[in-house]
């Protein structure tokens, strides 16, 4: 589908708008989920259930002062955040939300995705070295030592799907999932080791708890944005949720048969007039958002009902287990994929 | 057309970023100026067309690579280098000039040689760097070098823990 | 196609400019009275003692080289990953199989020696 590049600058600035919105009613989300964890109400007092309350959030981190510590580095020190945010973003634009409906499809879609993954290492290490702090440095060799540790199974996880669907490209890996019998084509049915190998690889990609040893409060303070203040801290703390929301979006894109409604075939077949018609489009994207929006809650039900983890069963369980269970799985799904076709 | 004026906007980024490698005092905004270069190193595989060998340009060298090198630029504490000497702008403006002579003129040689190799069209260029013609030469052609290559990466792997160990063996 | 990527190249246009109009409205709107107490790094209170930039252990190094190893092999295996069906077709299944399986357990043997000899022991 060719569009002009004003519509396509359109659509982009729209995902990207609508990342920014829904960044901050997850952190309403997980604000409220863990208040009722926690058997308190919340947040409460900003709007109507205190639904404001992370746009007031956002408008007092801008009056913030940015501080720029003693021999930082001011140019790295402000690019590490900014990277996050366009990191995070960027991502969105590779994600099918409808059929035909994705700002950027190529061929090898899933492997930019790989990369967008890979470079966000680099926000947290440069924010980590560039404070010129000792807890800001630690938290940032740990937490990128983490990240590239749970990258490989991760990547191998995203192998066994490509193995099955014989495609590069995030859209044919949604349409390889439509066969079977309704939910049976899913990838988490065909391949439940790589669906729960990329989702526990997928918190430890975004930092969140329990891998969120980069910003364990009680050794490291703040981890690698232990000197960032105002805005700056606020695009850290963006990013995170947009990470989260958009790995959400990936686990459903390759496990969860993306976008496509539940017993999609059995529907189109007693409703033919739905196929190819507008209606079909606004379903499947509202069946994408309910389905990662479910993630995005797992992700906040998981953060306050686990403990973290020490970094020393962090890094034993991604490399003493993960990875080689990620390897056999591989061949496991390479030996299925031959004996079935 | 548009890939045309891409490329030259990205070899001309891709050589500012190598001269800022080697030009910046501070070996982390020489790791930063490299990955600059390195993006626009992939960037020239994308307007050959060649999609998959460009996203592993950015997936290997920019996010495995040069992570190992920042790495080691913060273990070991490299500190920014002190200003050693003065740049000397008639010598690099010499070199310069006496290096785009030599490249003219030994291209005038090869071309009147006939040695230069035939320009591929952008279609070819672009067979070769899919995933699925790569599969093809690497695991049925190339079989032995390809195992040779798991081998290097075992002793890779072995030298690191040989390295980093406490005490010597 | 190169011109597949434009439309991703636009979408990270857009979230670079977004937040870069976000820092430079914050830097503008928000107060600006440094001072040098305000500026120091933080460690829980004191003046800061030596160096924040001191040596760390080489336990990360190895980390990133045998993460660099295993990049690598991933990345050699995408173009099976996605051929493997043609391959199957055309009958190379079992020896591009062969292939393959030799490749991993030949790393396979790298990461078992990397774990018996502790070097990935963070302690």
Redesign the interface.
């Known amino acids: 589908m060719e569009l002009a590049w004003y519509w396509t600058a359109l659509i982009a600035f729209v995902i990207v708008q609508f990342l920014l919105i829904s960044a901050s009613v997850l952190v309403y989300a997980e604000r409220k989920v863990s208040g009722y964890m926690q058997n308190r109400p919340g947040p409460n007092r900003v709007g109507p259930f205190g639904f404001l309350q992370p746009f007031a959030d956002v408008v007092k981190l801008v009056f913030k002062e940015n501080i720029v510590p003693v021999l930082a580095n001011p140019f790295v020190h402000s690019l590490a955040p900014m990277l996050m945010v366009v990191i995070a973003m960027g991502a969105g634009a590779l994600i099918p939300f409808a059929h035909n409906v994705v700002i950027a499809d190529m061929d090898v879609s899933v492997l930019v995705l790989l990369a967008l993954t890979s470079i966000s290492v680099y926000g947290v290490t440069l924010a980590g070295w560039s404070s010129n702090s000792k807890y800001s440095l630690l938290g940032g060799l740990r937490s990128s030592a983490q990240m590239i540790s749970y990258e490989l199974s991760m990547g191998l996880a995203v192998l066994s799907v490509v193995l099955i669907a014989g495609s590069l490209s995030l859209t044919e890996i949604v349409e390889d999932q439509a066969g079977g019998w309704g939910l049976l084509g899913w990838n988490i049915f065909r391949n439940p080791i790589g669906a729960i190998l990329f989702i526990v690889t997928a918190f430890a990609e975004t930092n969140r708890a329990p891998f969120d040893l980069p910003e364990a409060e009680q050794e490291l303070v703040g981890g690698y944005h232990t000197e960032y203040s105002g805005m700056k801290f606020g695009m850290f703390f963006l990013a995170e949720y947009v990470n989260f929301f958009i790995a959400s979006f990936v686990i459903v894109t390759l496990f969860f048969g993306g976008y496509m409604l539940p017993f999609e075939s059995v529907l189109l077949g007693a409703f033919p007039a739905l196929v190819d018609s507008l209606w079909l489009t606004v379903l499947q994207l509202g069946t994408i958002l309910v389905k990662a929006g479910f993630f995005a809650f797992v992700f906040i039900w998981v953060r306050w009902t686990l403990p973290r983890f020490k970094y020393t069963q962090l890094m034993t369980l991604g490399w003493k287990y993960l990875l080689p269970i990620a390897l056999a799985n591989m061949l496991l799904v390479a030996l299925g994929v031959a004996l079935l076709s | 057309m548009a890939?045309q004026i891409?490329f030259f906007v990205l070899a001309t980024v891709a050589i500012a970023g190598a001269l800022g490698m080697l030009v910046s005092r501070?070996p982390?905004?020489s790791a930063?100026w490299l990955?600059l270069n390195l993006f626009c190193v992939a960037g020239l595989y994308?307007?050959l067309?060649a999609?998959?060998i460009a996203?592993?340009q950015?997936?290997?060298y920019?996010?495995?690579?040069?992570?190992?090198f920042?790495?080691?630029i913060?273990?070991?504490?490299l500190?920014a280098l002190p200003d050693v000497r003065r740049f000397e702008w008639r010598k690099g403006v010499a070199y310069v000039l006496s290096m785009g002579l030599l490249s003219m003129l030994s291209f005038v040689v090869a071309s009147s040689l006939g040695v230069l190799p035939e320009p591929q069209s952008l279609q070819a260029a672009?067979d070769s760097g899919?995933?699925?013609t790569?599969?093809?030469s690497?695991?049925?052609e190339f079989?032995l070098p390809?195992?040779m290559?798991?081998?290097l990466?075992?002793a890779?792997?072995?030298g690191?823990?040989m390295l980093?160990?406490r005490k010597p063996v | 196609m190169l011109s597949d990527f434009y439309p991703l190249f636009v979408q990270l246009a857009i979230a670079a400019g977004l937040s870069f109009t976000l820092l430079k409205a914050a830097a503008l709107i928000g107060p600006n009275r440094h001072n040098i107490v305000k500026r120091k790094a933080y460690e829980s209170g004191m003046d800061p003692i030596g160096s924040a930039h001191e040596r760390y252990s080489v336990k990360f190094y190895l980390v990133a080289m045998i993460f660099i190893v295993f990049d690598v092999e991933v990345v050699f295996l995408y173009p099976w990953a996605v051929s493997f069906k043609e391959f199957l077709e055309a009958g190379a299944g079992p020896g591009v199989m062969g292939v393959v399986m030799l490749f991993v357990i030949v790393l396979a043997i790298g990461l078992l020696y990397d774990i018996k000899k502790g070097g990935l022991e963070f302690d």
């Open positions: 890939a891409l501070n982390v905004n930063l990955i994308l307007t067309n999609t998959f996203v592993i950015v997936l290997v920019a996010g495995a690579i040069m992570v190992l920042l790495f080691v913060m273990l070991l504490n500190a672009a899919t995933a699925n790569l599969a093809k690497l695991f049925v079989a390809f195992e290559i798991g081998i990466l075992l890779a792997t072995i690191a823990v980093s160990k």
